[in-house]
């Protein structure tokens, strides 16, 4: 029996023209988000699906105007629909060039990048570029300030008894007065806590199997206790 009522996707959220939709964000399976704007089109963490998702509410053209991708880190549930969407956008003949930001030591968007560009080296139609990030430091793209944030974020080692750090980070986009923070996948961190007060939509991961505090994800009550300091909130990534 499923311990936990499983989240109902989609999750969307509008505000002033800013528009937010959480495909998805189920533990070892996917996550899968899009933020909008008039002028700009990005997606966060393109886990497996994601190109399914964005055909049945955008157009081909539309999905050529996909200009930016945030990855959060580069566990499979959040990278794993990187390889086809930018196969589609050369399929389709993107013209505009495509910037990927990742956490800095994320060994897997630099391994799939590597990969992606000695297979298509002679048909690619458009320029990919990688940004690495490594602070802190606010910047725009498209009328968005982005402010990249560390979180915290633990897997298992292999012998099962220890914990090895992710890197990982997370995001406050800000636009048109309105901000979404988007903490990833993040055991309780003070620096998520201090980014999400306030904030008019918080993303929280509420990952953890049970109550019990753990290195590895938030519990329920730790996620609510986050998201009642911001204006809403969504909980994701609660385990099924
Ligand atoms: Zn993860």
Redesign the pocket.
Known sequence: MKKKLAQKYPLVWKKNNFYIKIFCSIPNIATGIIITTPKAKFIVDPGDGILRDLNKDYSPEEILNISDIFVS?G?H??IGGVWSLLTYLSVMKKKTPLTIYYPKGCLEIESIYKAFIEVYVNELTYKIKLKEIDNSKSFKRKEITIKPFKVN?KELSDDGKGTIA?PSIGFKFTYNGKSICYGG?TAYSNNFVKMARGTDLAIIEAGAEDEKESELHMTMKQAVEIGETAKEYFLVHVAE
């Open positions: 880190h566990h549930d959040h974020h992710v996948d």
